[in-house]
């Protein structure tokens, strides 16, 4: 096999901790009306809840997660050819705003005007890198091209970049190929813009999806497991095993640490 000579990492989920980020975020928010919120919902609270208050009947993880979820659904019909919009910004303001909207969650919608709701919008600009992210990224650059392959707008993706220090040689938004992963042509325009072959560029990820798209266009492919990131149905983490063990991904790792000391002795054996 040829040396890898650019690595292509999905970002949210797998270079930055979104989850953690954004609920901490809403935690915050939630604090600063707290007050508010346990005075103006205390009947919405003891009719629909019972006994709980209202900070603790707010679910922020559920809420993170809803937000995310609706997000991907619509991501993956834009990439399949739907109309929609091709700003993530746009997107996840539009499905924000849903979300306020919907009986779950009105109680919140009522409470944020429209100060409060652009700036917990652009939170997925100021996400934190998981522990080892900047680190391995920083180890992986001394041994091949790294770049950003992700469906984020580009200011989002540059904004994210400064916030956590990612040191990217690239950042490729979907945004620039007017579509979103797993659309084959952004993998595709990404390799070619690279002047490298498919099978010398690598894709990086937690999510198997974006794997298994970008192994069909011939590039290798690396597993990175992630917390909570890529789970089933019964909500379980998804077994990916390398090829090497029966599955079908090029390496499986726990780090980006981990994957520089594997690219380091790969490209070392290409010398």
Partial sequence: ????????????????????????????????????TGLALSLYVRVQLQTQTFSDATDWGKFAQDWWSACMKKIGQIAAGASGPLSSDVLHREILDAQ???????????????????????VWHRLNGWPDTVEGLDELKKHTIIAALSNGNIRQLVDMAKHAGLPWDM???????????????????????????????????????????????????IYVRRLDEDLDANKQPVDVKSKADGGDVDYVVDSFTELAEIIASINAGND
């Fill in 1 to 36: 096999m040829p040396p890898i000579q650019a690595l292509l990492f999905d970002v949210f989920g797998t270079v930055v901790n979104w989850r953690a980020s954004v609920v901490a975020e809403l935690e915050a928010l939630g604090k600063k009306y707290g007050a508010e």
């Fill in 100 to 122: 306020l909207s919907s009986p779950e969650w009105s109680h919140i919608g009522r409470l944020w005007d429209e100060a409060t709701r652009q700036s917990i919008n652009l």
């Fill in 171 to 221: 950042i490729f938004s979907t945004e620039f190929f007017d579509s979103f992963k797993p659309n084959p042509k952004i993998y595709v325009e990404a390799v070619r813009h690279l002047s490298l072959p498919p099978e010398s560029c690598a894709m990086v990820a937690a999510h198997i999806y974006d794997l298994r798209a970008a192994a069909k266009l011939g590039m290798r492919t």
